[in-house]
């Protein structure tokens, strides 16, 4: 089946701080990678997406590439601001299953 | 603006009665989902509905019914039989395609004492 495994968090950093939040999947075919982020209190948006091998997806400053070698699409991000902090979810989606499957979120918190 | 909309935004209810989260959207999308989201955790899906007038289990529908009568409607009902149901709840919709994002509302958080 498909899976999908996260860094644990949280995850703390200073402001200016260079971020990698880790995630490695499982999949058969060959799924469309997300990064979705969640603030406190709201539903998850679309951080950025690739949908093929060696794509990268990137959006305010976070880039992520989908690596079909090792399985991987690890968020990064050159200097972190406060107002990065949130959950970070990524995702696979596989047209076999019809349906999303997400890591369990990592929570990053970004200290002035 | 196109979107979901998920109404009320906070809910109580006491133990044994049944109650119905509405899920709108307004973007044309085939395909709906419900998921429920506890402290700290991730996201475990409720029930899909990939067009009008069907629906399947996810991994945690005991307890929850849905219908999917309308394209832009997907209301969840969490019943007297589900254990914990206090909860974050999320809806979701998606185009067809491969490539297509999921889109969020932003969640009704229920609580049942």
């Not at chain 1, 959950?87 to 002035?112: E, I, Q």
């Amino acid at each position: 089946g498909n899976s999908v495994t996260q860094m644990e968090g949280p995850v703390t950093l200073s402001e200016e701080a260079f971020l990698t939040i880790n995630c490695t999947y499982t999949a058969t075919g060959y799924p469309s990678l997300f990064w979705y982020v969640q603030y406190p209190g709201e539903g998850l948006q679309l951080l950025l997406k690739a949908t093929k091998a060696d794509d990268k997806g990137s959006n305010k400053g976070f880039e992520a590439t989908y690596r079909k070698e090792t399985t991987s699409f690890h968020l990064e991000k050159g200097s972190v601001q406060v107002s990065d902090s949130a959950v970070y979810f990524c995702a696979l989606y596989n047209t076999n299953a019809g349906k999303s499957t997400f890591g369990d979120g990592t929570t990053l918190t970004v200290k002035p | 603006d196109g979107g979901i909309t998920q109404s009320p935004k906070y809910l109580f209810r006491k133990e044994g009665q049944n109650v119905t989260l509405s899920c709108e959207q307004n973007l044309n999308h085939d395909a709906m989902y419900w998921y429920r989201q506890d402290p700290g955790q991730g996201l475990r899906l409720i029930y899909y509905s990939q067009i009008v007038n069907d629906f399947q289990k996810g991994d945690i529908a005991e307890g929850y019914s849905v219908s999917r009568e309308k394209k832009e409607s997907f209301p969840l009902t969490v019943t007297s039989a589900q254990k914990n149901p206090t909860a974050f709840y999320l809806c979701a919709s998606r185009s067809t395609g491969d490539n297509s994002p999921l889109h969020f509302g932003n969640g009704t958080r229920l609580t049942v004492t």
